[in-house]
């Protein structure tokens, strides 16, 4: 099985544009999560979603958003791009069951990351 | 904020001895996960030990968890230069299985 993919790999930003960063799951994967890695404050969780819907958040401010398409692909969207967004932006995916939790498996699988620098 | 937190930072050994790292929580967990990440890449998914179990291996790693102490360590054996990485703990807590919280991680140095 192809592992996760993140495109683009390397970005670099103006302060004050936005930017949209793109996630395909390991396939057969419904579950895909977002997470920030700074030297600062390390790896910290954006956001999951199963079936299109947002099923967890972390406590960013509402500038940083996403999506599910049906295929499970994501997408993250960071508007009005501040210096201290840069970071490696993560995309995890893993094998939930949904509600019932069957078939479900904990374990995520990271994607290489994608490097946005904001300037 | 971080639920995990790793111990120690940064552990350099030889090759061929074994390394032991900590991570210590603050909240009950429903399982606690290990991840490597060489050279700010990917993370890669070690091991996964649920919050009802006390010890579980893995090849060369072995994980303890203690949640009376809130606690888990990783030991590997035999280590080797391509263990050079960092090592982080990932916790996840109540109703969210798939919302982790890191820890700072330890950066684990083996010397050829």
């Known amino acids: 099985k192809a592992g996760v993919t993140q495109t683009p790999r390397y970005l670099i930003k103006t302060r004050g544009q936005q930017v949209t960063l793109s996630c395909s799951p390991i396939s057969g994967h419904r579950s895909v999560s977002w997470y920030q890695q700074t030297p600062g404050q390390g790896l910290q969780f954006l956001f999951e979603?199963?079936?299109?819907?947002?099923?967890n958040k972390g406590n960013f401010p509402g500038r940083f958003s996403g999506r599910q398409f049906s295929n499970s692909r994501s997408e993250m969207n960071v508007s009005t791009l501040e210096l201290g967004d840069s970071a490696l932006y993560l995309c995890?995916?893993?094998?939930?069951?949904?509600?019932?939790?069957?078939?479900?498996?904990?374990?995520?699988?990271f994607g290489p990351g994608t490097r946005l620098t904001v300037t | 904020s971080q639920q995990g937190e790793e111990d120690p930072q940064a552990l350099s050994i030889q090759e061929g001895e074994n390394a032991t790292m900590n991570c210590s929580y603050k909240?009950?967990?429903?399982?606690l996960q290990w991840y490597r990440q060489n050279s700010g890449r990917g993370l890669v998914h070690l091991i996964l030990?649920?919050?009802?179990?006390r010890e579980k291996h893995s090849g060369r790693l072995r994980v303890t968890l203690d949640t009376s102490k809130k606690s888990s360590s990783l030991l590997i054996t035999a280590s080797r230069a391509a263990d050079t990485a960092s090592y982080f703990c990932a916790t996840s807590s109540g109703g969210s299985n798939y919302k982790l919280t890191f820890g700072k991680g330890t950066l684990l140095t083996v010397n050829p």
């Open positions: 995890a995916s893993s094998s939930s069951g949904g509600t019932s939790g069957k078939g479900s498996s904990y374990e995520q699988y």
């Open positions: 979603y199963f079936s299109e819907t947002q099923r």
């Open positions: 909240t009950s967990i429903n399982n």
């Open positions: 030990i649920r919050s009802n179990e």
